[in-house]
């Protein structure tokens, strides 16, 4: 047993720091904040140059595959910001379904422009008016021909303001889980994606009006397979996720302890209040549920030991734990961390927008108890 | 990262040897709910004559030094031990032993070389078992403000007042406790620690009835005492780390006691629990395929692994001799209010049938009344989960100008 990291995960550590600390400084993240893209250009080409899009990507298709520990160690870091951009919808979950779901000439055509940084893909699964799981995806192609035909919409899609490559779930079969996964132009004619307004973090509409694909978009071939590849992408896709949300959780812990030393009221730093104190003690023990939950889920994963319960078990508890250190935070802070300048907001509006993105707490604690065979 | 602990050929052997000697050497039954007070006396007797066995072999404290008759044994081994003496649903030592555990340990950073040769032995031997007395009617989670007073005569200490909350049943051969060497003296630079003979004059033991005992990890108590010292005289040479650096020395005793030595083992009420809904049916089908009770099963399970994980994290953090900070009440504080929350959670997956002992339509042995009342009382000793709370703020560094660090364990 070694609870530590390894010495290169440390120096990845340090590097994807700094650049975070010098390409990404608060007032830059707030700045971002009401762009419509979260891709940023500047910083998307430095990481692409630290090539972090390809981190697990398999050699063979341009990437670096690192280990899913690695790539955590970098998203930490990046969930410290909170550093927008496509870098877990692209580089991660994007990825590893077309190494899921693809056919090797479909990953031989897309994976490395993936890699490089060229390609940034978005999967669109949710439909409107309905809930999270392979039932929940109604949208239906129309098989014109060799060719499909897309008329609906998709939403809450993470990133596609900045794709340039949709997968989207359709309904292909009348079973619960008869899904297909098409690779779709994002910028074909009658695609249309817009990031919705309010307190979501870069979550979009993608509105399809009558977009024609070829029937060689159909990502593996065959119909109905689709829904089993995204599960197994996910199954490795989450716990990377988890690692951004551990970061934001560490950020907003550090936030709060330094405000409350610094922070005086009554005449005393505010943190000799217990009642400030116990805000502190809340979010830390959300920050290390989270932090530990999810490492033990991704060395489940990088050891190939059974781990699906362990990734639900991860996503569950760190979408509820992101979004209690925020409340938490917001305690300590009162008016001061609802300055949008100061940047506890962000944080904020990314554990709310995170909660629930592919699939929320409650739908992750149902799958790890079926996984635990109860 | 490495979460499981991997062994040798050679560890792999040594997990053979405990598994065999613990099989014929384990007393039957020696889990057994005691049928009454006889046989409650009977079962204790025979884990302290288990006891005696495994420490011979080194075994009831196995990390102990082998200079003072301990085990010796490295990490790996010890959590071989741990696990399959956990098989047999006991604990190291297999009987409430707080005063040997977090007395010895005490002793081994603070005590001299005589003091580690004469309290020590015993200890790991299994020889005698050790109550601590911490808590007064006036000192609680204000253990600073103890009052029983240890008054220098000569060559002994004349010990006066009274500890409350404290032991187990059948009693105890010695006491390790903290008393007021200097009444009056300035706060924190007036308290002493003794290592003494339980079953000296003046001291007289009077049990307590308690909604429960709480348990202080490890082995349950079973039953909770007021002792009093009534000019009971012992000799100097017990006391523990010089007089008036009690509160100095305790910062070991307190560190260990609130959970920075971790716990790799499995959660028992979970598995229990577990069991129970899928062998207990309600309209014709098991619990754990009732919806809600599922859902509030996935509430449960999650806490008791994120209680697990700190628990690993905090035994890493210690036997590879990390830098500490918060991470030992933040331990203990999760486990207390995790147990309180679980008695409401499982009082709603389970119904009333969690509430009574009752051999027909209650849990098996009860196990889960007994959570319902541990659960409450299990928030208090060690250390309230407030004074937990108080601990972590210090070591993170908002609860004191100065950051507070951790207790030195190793």
Redesign the interface.
Same mark, same amino acid.
């Given at each position: 047993?070694?609870?530590?990291?390894t010495e290169s995960q440390e120096m990845l550590r340090a590097s994807a720091r700094t650049f975070v600390e010098r390409e990404a400084p608060t007032h830059t993240l707030v700045a971002l904040q009401k762009q419509e893209s979260s891709l940023v250009p500047d910083l998307w080409r430095k990481a692409v140059d630290a090539g972090w899009p390809g981190i697990l990507v398999p050699p063979a298709y341009g990437g670096s595959e690192s280990t899913l520990?690695d790539a955590a160690v970098l998203f930490e870091e990046l969930g410290r910001g909170p550093v927008p951009g496509p870098f877990f919808s692209s580089g991660v979950l994007g990825a590893l379904t077309i190494l899921e779901a693809g056919s090797e000439a479909q990953r031989k055509a897309i994976l490395p422009a993936v890699a490089r940084g060229e390609a940034v893909l978005a999967v669109a699964i949710m439909d409107p008016s309905t809930s999270w799981g392979p039932q929940a995806v109604t949208l239906r192609p129309q098989r014109v021909g060799d060719r499909y035909r897309l008329d609906g919409i998709k939403l809450f899609v993470s990133d596609a303001t900045a794709a340039t490559h949709l997968i989207v779930a359709a309904r292909t079969g009348d079973g619960p889980a008869d899904v297909s996964l098409l690779l779709v132009d994002a910028r074909a004619p009658g695609v249309r994606a817009r990031r919705l307004p309010g307190f979501l973090s870069w979550q979009d509409e993608v509105r399809f009006d009558g977009v024609e694909v070829p029937a060689s978009a159909l990502l593996g071939g065959r119909d109905n397979q689709g829904w089993a590849a995204l599960e197994r992408a996910l199954g490795r896709a989450l716990p990377v996720l988890c690692s951004y949300m551990v970061g934001g959780c560490q950020a907003v812990y550090e936030m709060s302890?330094k405000h409350?030393?610094q922070r005086v009221q009554f005449g005393v730093?505010i943190?000799?209040f217990?009642r400030?104190?116990?805000h502190?003690?809340r979010l830390?023990?959300h920050l290390?549920?989270a932090r530990?939950?999810t490492?033990?889920a991704?060395?489940?994963l990088d050891t190939e030991r059974t781990a699906t319960d362990a990734v639900h078990?991860a996503k569950?508890?760190t979408s509820e734990s992101y979004m209690e250190a925020c409340n938490a935070a917001h305690e300590v802070h009162a008016g001061q961390g609802s300055l949008m300048e100061y940047g506890l907001v962000a944080h904020t509006q990314m554990s709310r927008t995170l909660f629930a993105h592919l699939g929320d707490p409650?739908w992750h604690?149902?799958r790890?108890?079926d996984a635990?065979a109860? | 990262?490495?979460?499981?602990?991997?062994y040798t050929e050679a560890q792999q052997t040594f997990r053979r040897e405990v598994r065999a000697w613990l099989e014929a050497n384990v007393p039957p039954g020696i889990t057994r709910t005691p049928a009454d007070d006889a046989d409650s006396l009977k079962r204790y007797q025979e884990l302290r004559a288990f006891g005696r066995k495994l420490g011979a072999k080194g075994w009831l404290y196995p990390r102990a030094p082998k200079t003072y008759a301990g085990g010796g044994l490295d990490v790996d081994s010890t959590i071989i031990l741990e696990e399959e003496v956990d098989r047999f649903g006991l604990s190291l030592p297999p009987y409430y032993d707080s005063g040997g555990r977090l007395g010895s340990a005490t002793i081994q950073v603070w005590g001299t070389e005589e003091q580690k040769q004469a309290f020590l032995p015993p200890i790991y031997r299994g020889d005698v078992r050790t109550w601590q007395l911490l808590t007064e009617p006036g000192a609680g989670s204000d253990l600073a403000g103890v009052t029983c007073a240890a008054i220098r005569d000569g060559d002994e200490y004349v010990l006066n007042g009274q500890k409350i909350f404290v032991g187990s049943d059948h009693g105890a051969d010695r006491i390790w406790m903290i008393a007021c060497t200097s009444p009056g003296g300035a706060r924190h630079e007036n308290l002493s620690w003794f290592m003494i003979d339980a079953n000296l004059p003046g001291i007289t033991v009077q049990p307590m009835e308690l909604l429960g005992t709480g348990g202080e990890g490890g082995t349950d108590p079973v039953q909770k005492n007021t002792v009093f010292f009534d000019s009971v005289r012992v000799p100097a040479f017990t006391l523990v780390g010089g007089e008036n650096n009690g509160w100095k020395a305790a910062s070991t005793h307190l560190e260990l006691e609130h959970g920075a030595g971790g716990r790799i083992g499995r959660h028992r009420v979970w598995d229990r629990l577990?069991r129970y809904?899928?062998e207990t049916k309600r309209d014709g089908m098991p619990l754990?395929q009732h919806a809600d009770t599922?859902?509030l099963?996935?509430?449960i399970? #999650?806490k008791t692994?994120?209680q697990r994980?700190?628990g690993?994290?905090n035994f890493?953090l210690t036997y590879?001799k990390?830098p500490r900070s918060?991470e030992g009440p933040?331990l203990s504080?999760?486990r207390k209010m995790t147990g309180l929350w679980m008695t409401g959670a499982i009082l709603e997956a389970v119904g009333p049938a969690a509430l009574t002992t009752d051999a027909t339509w209650g849990s098996p042995e009860g196990f889960l009344e007994l959570q319902q009342r541990n659960g409450i009382i299990a928030v208090h000793p060690g250390g309230t989960a407030d004074v937990q709370?108080?601990s972590?703020?210090r070591r993170?560094? #908002?609860?004191?100008?100065a950051r507070e660090a951790a207790g030195t364990v190793h």
């Open positions: 047993m070694d609870l530590a990291l520990t302890v409350s030393q730093p943190g000799r217990q400030v104190q116990d502190v003690i830390v023990n290390d549920a530990w939950t490492a033990e991704l060395w489940k078990l569950a508890v409650r604690k149902r790890m108890a635990l109860w | 990262m490495d979460f499981e602990v991997t577990l809904c899928q754990t599922r859902d099963l996935a509430d399970y #999650i692994e994120v994980l700190f690993l994290r890493w590879a990390r918060y933040q504080y999760y709370r108080v972590m703020s993170i560094g #908002i609860g004191r100008v």
